[in-house]
């Protein structure tokens, strides 16, 4: 259904003229035509995420899961803007160990976790989704590393515009500066239920689209606008914890989700663009809880190979379960967190290797590292660099 979704503006910056663009406020105007199609795909969205917050009942470690989860939310949505961290190497940078690619890649990705752990636990503390708690958000995101230059938990207070090398031949030009408090104020009274209230999986959607429009930092946007998508589905009790990795599904298929963007602001066809994202959900959500079933079988085929072992299975299972928390290994970490020797850690390590359940990636004599590959290869699904 094609709609007029916003008005175009004159403005002049950087030395030039060009068109901004300012969309209206939600929700549509003429309402959402949703079609027997939509309320299927919709109820179908719903339930993969129920069956996904089930999970949480029936895991052994709820935080295990959470963990990586939100790691590899962090790493998908980092990585469809271009860094080419590895979930292998933000690992590796949060045990003190040396990412493969630039610094700035994985701490970009770090800065991402500690942004969406800050804004989870200030909503459980009672704090409201509000401009405030995304401008705060914000500011942990781009705390440090690559945009910490670009007004950090502050509104924009300049134009800014997306593709293009400049405002005359960009993509697309959001709202000028003097207009954002215009648009973010219905925002935010949209994500409360003013004027209506709206079903959640619909409301994180529009959100989303128009959180992307307004475009109300100089940089983060992306990330800071995936990011609502996971706090207003916790904020709301659709999901207990974020173990729902949507910016997965965004990156496969990334040309598809920028022009979808685009044409929202072109045609005002929200309904396709509804379509895209309840399938996202339901896609996203039934291979989260696939995945985490595959852990659970994985962890216990690998402690009955290792009950084979007898006397050395002790050890062995320690060092195993270690590596359920940690699946990059260092010798001396393991050897320091469990209490046991150097030379009993590398035989269980030896043990479990020729069990064939971990595997050495550093080819050293010094400084080994070994790798739950398995484990690793089901969390890693889908995160290798663009």
């Known amino acids: 259904m094609k709609r007029k979704t916003g008005n175009y503006r004159d403005c002049s910056t950087v030395g ?25 795909l919709l109820e179908k969205a719903n339930r993969a995420l129920g069956r996904l917050d089930g999970m949480t009942l029936i895991l052994p470690n709820t935080s295990l899961f959470l963990y990586f989860y939100v790691r590899k939310e962090a790493l998908l ?41 800050y804004g989870l636990n200030k909503l459980r503390g ?45 993509v697309f030009v ?20 003013d004027p209506v209230a709206t079903p959640l999986l619909i409301k994180a959607a529009l959100a989303h689209v128009q959180f ?25 009790g659709a999901l207990s914890e974020p173990i729902l990795y949507l910016s997965l599904y965004f990156k496969t298929h990334r ?19 509804l379509t895209f994202f309840f399938t996202g959900v339901m896609e996203t959500a039934d291979q989260a809880t696939q995945s985490a079933r595959q852990i659970l079988k994985l962890f216990e085929t690998d402690s009955a190979k290792i009950e084979t072992l007898k006397k050395a299975a002790g050890s062995a299972l320690r060092v195993h ?14 050897s320091k967190t469990l ?3 150097v030379p009993t850690i590398t035989q269980s390590l030896e043990n479990l290797r020729r069990l064939g359940i971990v595997s050495e990636i550093t080819g050293k004599k010094r400084g080994r590292i070994f790798a739950y590959s398995e484990y690793l290869s089901i969390l890693s699904q889908g995160t290798k660099p663009i």
């Open 212 to 236: 992307e429009t307004i475009h109300p930092f100089l940089d983060g946007n992306g990330r800071v606008g995936r990011l609502l998508i996971i706090l207003l589905l916790c904020a709301e």
């Open 77 to 117: 949505s980092s990585q469809i803007e271009g860094t080419q961290s590895s979930l292998n190497d933000l690992l590796l940078y949060e045990s003190d160990g040396v990412p493969g690619v630039p610094l700035e890649d994985v701490r970009e990705v770090s800065n991402y976790v500690a942004a969406m752990n």
């Open 321 to 334: 379960q270690l590596m359920r928390t940690m699946p990059l290994l260092p010798i001396p970490y393991a």
């Open 255 to 273: 040309r598809e989700y920028y022009d979808w963007l685009q044409r929202i602001r072109t045609e005002g066809d929200w309904e396709g663009w």
């Open 16 to 40: 030039e003229t060009c068109k901004a663009y300012i969309p209206e406020p939600l929700p549509p105007v003429p309402p959402l035509k949703l079609t027997g199609q939509h309320h299927d």
């Open 174 to 193: 959001p709202p000028p500066f003097e207009s954002l408090m215009d648009c973010l104020g219905p925002f935010e009274k949209f994500l409360h239920n």
């Open 339 to 341: 209490n046991l020797t």
């Open 126 to 170: 009672g704090f409201p989704l509000s401009l405030r708690l995304i401008r705060e958000i914000h500011g942990i995101l781009l705390s440090k590393g690559r945009g910490s230059d670009k007004d950090p938990g502050e509104f924009r207070r300049s134009q800014n515009w997306v593709g293009g090398t400049r405002p005359g031949n960009a």
